[in-house]
């Protein structure tokens, strides 16, 4: 079976001023299959929004192929892409922002059969059932609502058009941690009742153990780990997975786990590295790896790019 998306060797960057530029995102293959949740992990700034926009080609490639069922996405045919992008849609962190204030919750969960002009389809009554509100909250405006009743309604007017693929950007980051995992209970459910792919967003790796079935972790726009979220998370075979698994706040003192100390600053984004990013940072770090772009191997299971994981 083809994966809902199909990401091939995308890369990305932005000319800023001074005349540098910043590469974005660098080389990114992954694949996402129906019913199933990827996490993208890193640091602010590492790539992950600008690698989902191109997923839903809300930003064009500069190199690369986006296929979606297996079907490449041509860049020149925009009415296919128009057609085509209904297929994912985004949920974003903060909901307040993502609702218009003079929108009612009906007018705003009907928003995109209105704009695409869909005739007999999911009524908003449905929709709000499906994340769990009550229909009379339909009239109500967002300033009437509570967080999580606000994200609730963005997820409604998300699976409005039917999508094969949710983009999660950080859905949970600005809810209560009790108002956290109804939002991930709830998406949860979503998935196993109509098979949705989710692309997650995030920088929580304690969220995100919880919830995904495979992670990726990038640093300056490349992936350097990859595979399932067990073993990512307990067996991390890179340093700057390692450096992300140590910064989880432990519950209790004894349960900290100690990783790998980071020394220096972050790569500039707007120099190419001859070597592996991460090596300016690494206590590991040999000649090799300031001159040789680590290759991407197999380990067990999970993807690595760094010539000393093993």
């Not at 140590?246 to 100390?261: H, K, L, T």
């Amino acid at each position: 079976m083809s994966p809902v998306i199909a990401l091939e060797s995308l890369s990305k960057g932005y000319d800023i001023a001074g005349g540098s530029r910043l590469t974005a995102v660098d080389d990114v293959s992954l694949q996402i299959a129906a019913g199933e949740t990827y996490a993208l992990v890193g640091e602010s700034g590492c790539g992950k929004s600008t690698l989902a926009r191109m997923a839903a080609m809300l930003v064009t490639p500069d190199e690369g192929q986006v296929s979606w069922s297996g079907q490449p996405v041509s860049r020149e045919r925009r009415s296919a892409v128009r057609a085509q992008r209904d297929h994912t849609q985004f949920v974003f962190q903060d909901p307040a922002a993502a609702l218009s204030p003079r929108l009612t919750v009906e007018e705003a969960v009907s928003e995109p059969l209105r704009i695409r002009r869909r005739a007999g389809a999911r009524s908003v009554a449905d929709l709000l059932d499906d994340v769990g509100l009550d229909r009379s909250m339909g009239r109500r405006y967002p300033r009437e609502l509570s967080g999580g009743q606000r994200q609730r309604v963005v997820i409604a007017r998300a699976l409005a058009l039917e999508p094969k693929l949710l983009v999660l950007d950080e859905p949970v980051a600005s809810l209560d941690v009790s108002v956290q995992a109804q939002v991930l209970n709830l998406l949860a459910d979503l998935q196993a009742a109509h098979g949705l792919a989710y692309l997650l967003i995030a920088h929580d790796l304690a969220v995100v153990s919880s919830v995904a079935d495979r992670i990726g972790v990038m640093y300056l726009g490349r992936i350097v780990e990859e595979g399932t979220a067990a073993e990512v998370v307990t067996r991390p075979r890179h340093p700057y997975t390692q450096m992300l698994i140590a910064s989880v706040p432990a519950f209790a003192p004894g349960e900290r786990v100690d990783g790998p100390r980071v020394v220096g600053d972050p790569a500039s984004p707007t120099e190419r590295h001859a070597g592996c990013a991460f090596a300016s940072r690494c206590t590991v770090a040999t000649q090799t790896c300031h001159e040789v772009v680590p290759p991407r191997r197999d380990l067990g299971g999970v993807a690595v790019r760094c010539h000393h994981a093993s």
